[in-house]
């Protein structure tokens, strides 16, 4: 099969989240069972130049508001790339795909999104290029569009699926712009792209795709309620026939302890005391207390609501009154960077914060923590506590979403039995998750059951292998009903 992934970012190219971990690892694993995948984002800053090779793939005369030409590529890590080199709608200065800065979105997103959209249904109607794809799959608000005009058009066409990676981002704009983007007048509906008076680009491929996935079977079971649904779940209850939860995979190249160049001390199931080393290196560098025995807790995350880190907040002072210390890393709302960097402050040697994104210093919090928290309120899938169970540090979770399908709670059953993974908890609240955390303190104390724990997290497969299958059975299905 010939699939055409359309997306805003993917690793090693452009990356804010986990959408480019997936859309840079699930195409590879797909290819690799035999199938023709290439994927389409746009041309920022940079992305040419990071290409190995480069090939004029299409050129487009006027694609909202000027020329541009989609040039075809492959990363180092084998990623087929068709970026859209459009220096009026992509040549904007900034660390952020999305806007000047990680808060605040380029005022033309309708125009830049919409052209990801259009270009990627030019490319499946086969009017952009020789190749033409049997599937295009769009990821999230971003390319929401592709579906759109794709149905729309009076024509053959690809089959097409969306995967929400998060549906509490949808992408909605004045309905002023429905010319502009080349919609119909028409489509402005319930039943097209109409979303509580504004044009929903989500809501638009939701509404057009084909079919529609999401990043876990337990988030695809949420979205159809009122609570999850961020006011889609009207629509995805109408549309639950043609809609799955798919899990994530990580790299497991990319994520292996045991080859890992950014830890001190490479390490495996099997030599897991190496892990140690890693500790104290990772402890003395953020300035905490070198303290074998002290249990070292984690955050790899975006400081949001949404990631429940304010729960983690309020209940630091007990987790450090268990002798444990905590270690941060991410940028977000400046209430929680300041309440962090506060906590910081009064215990240096208990607390460190760090700021901002570092891809190396991702990998020596999973390599050198015991611990990763994730006490999201919601969570599509999550991927920190995936490559925290590869590297034996045991996540700590809500009980939503993703998490909820892979992390199995340390209950004394489970630890009796040595399938326990992690620990859950529920509700999504400052006790619950203060009475996990010491669960967790608890566990690490027993020697034996804490290696015992360890050592089933690292023997999970949470790869593409599995899921990449479930995806080709499903792209074939949609054809043969073509």
């Known amino acids: 099969m010939k699939i055409l992934f359309a997306a805003s970012e993917a690793q090693p190219l452009v990356k804010t989240g986990g959408l480019a971990d997936v859309v840079g690892a699930l195409p590879r694993a797909l290819a690799a069972l035999g199938h023709d995948v290439k994927v389409l984002l746009p041309a920022y800053p940079g992305v040419l130049d990071r290409l190995r090779t480069r090939t004029m793939h299409s050129n487009l005369t006027d694609l909202f508001g000027g020329p541009a030409k989609v040039e075809a590529g492959r990363t180092d890590t084998g990623l087929d790339v068709l970026a859209i080199d459009a220096p009026h709608l992509y040549a904007k200065q900034s660390a952020h795909p999305y806007g000047p800065s990680a808060s605040v979105d380029w005022e033309d997103n309708h125009l830049r999104f919409a052209a990801l959209g259009w270009v990627a249904s030019a490319i499946g109607r086969g009017t952009a290029g020789a190749w033409v794809p049997d599937i295009v799959h769009a990821h999230d608000w971003q390319a929401g569009l592709a579906p759109a005009y794709l149905a729309l058009a009076e024509e053959m066409r690809p089959r097409t699926i969306i995967t929400v990676h998060n549906l509490a981002f949808q992408g909605l704009f004045d309905r002023k712009h429905l010319a502009k983007l080349r919609l119909p007048e028409s489509a402005f509906a319930v039943e097209g792209v109409e979303f509580h008076g504004q044009i929903g680009f989500l809501k638009a491929a939701l509404h057009y795709a084909d079919h529609i996935t999401t990043v876990s079977p337990t988030y695809a079971r949420e979205i159809q309620t009122p609570e999850f649904g961020a006011g889609l779940d009207g629509l995805l209850r109408h549309r639950s026939g043609q809609l799955d939860g798919i899990l994530n995979g990580i790299d497991r190249d990319e994520w292996n302890p045991e080859r890992d160049r950014y830890l001190p001390a490479m390490y495996g199931a099997h030599s897991l005391a190496k892990k140690a080393h890693n500790k104290a290196v990772l402890q003395e560098a953020l300035g905490l207390a070198v303290e074998p025995r002290a249990p070292l807790f984690c955050v790899i995350s975006r400081l949001s609501h949404q990631k429940g880190l304010d729960l983690l907040l309020t209940a630091l002072p007990a987790l450090r009154a268990a002798g444990a210390q905590l270690a941060v890393l991410g940028s977000g709302d400046a209430e929680l960077t300041v309440g962090f960097s506060a906590a910081a402050k009064a215990a240096p040697t208990r607390v460190a914060f760090r700021s901002g994104w570092d891809e190396s210093l991702s990998h020596r919090f999973q390599g050198g923590s015991d611990f990763i928290v994730v006490p999201s309120r919601f969570e599509p899938c999550g991927l920190t506590q995936l490559c925290g169970l590869r590297y034996g540090t045991v996540p700590v979770v809500a009980r939503v979403g993703g998490l909820a399908d892979t992390v199995i709670d340390a209950n004394e059953a489970a630890l009796a039995d040595g399938v326990a993974t992690g ?24 020697s034996d059951a804490w290696l015992q724990m360890q050592g089933r997290a690292m023997s999970r497969n949470f790869g593409w292998e599995r899921s990449a299958l479930r995806y080709v059975a499903l792209y074939e299905g949609l054809l043969a009903r073509r």
């Open 423 to 446: 620990f859950q908890f529920a509700p999504q609240s400052t006790d619950a998750l203060q009475n996990a955390l010491l669960r967790a303190v608890a566990v690490y104390a027993r």
